[in-house]
Nanobody, 123 residues
């Protein structure tokens, strides 16, 4: 059974940086696309960033130039480097393993979800 476990969330002042990690166990994911989504209370889970099996990347407009998604297949780990954090980035961040190899932007394309890690940015 494939599981994804996130870490690295926390409380940060606006303008600060955090790096989220997601370790996938129970299988290999080198041929799958991966992504990060985020969700605030009372809102839908929104796409943040995705990386394909070939390391192509895609970001939602609001994080372009500030966030960087990367993966280390040897360590079965997905990362999200978040710089210049804003209060609007406050949310629970979820790691996602795609059902296929192409970039993910739709939650319907996700095969495995992590449990989430909270990021809170104060103004």
């Amino acid at each position: 059974q494939v599981q994804a476990v996130e870490s690295g969330g926390g409380l940060m002042e606006a303008g600060g940086s955090l790096r989220l990690s997601c370790v996938v166990s129970g299988g290999t994911f080198s041929s799958n696309a991966m992504a990060w989504f985020r969700q605030s209370p009372g809102k839908e889970r929104d796409f943040v960033a995705s990386i394909s099996w070939g390391n192509r990347t895609y970001y939602t407009e609001s994080v372009k130039g500030r966030f960087t998604i990367s993966r280390d297949n040897a360590k079965n780990t997905l990362y999200l480097r978040m710089n210049s954090l804003k209060p609007d980035d406050t949310a629970a961040y979820y790691c996602a393993v795609g059902k296929g190899a192409v970039l993910i932007t739709d939650p319907q394309a996700v095969g495995v979800w992590g449990q989430g890690t909270q990021v809170t940015v104060s103004s």
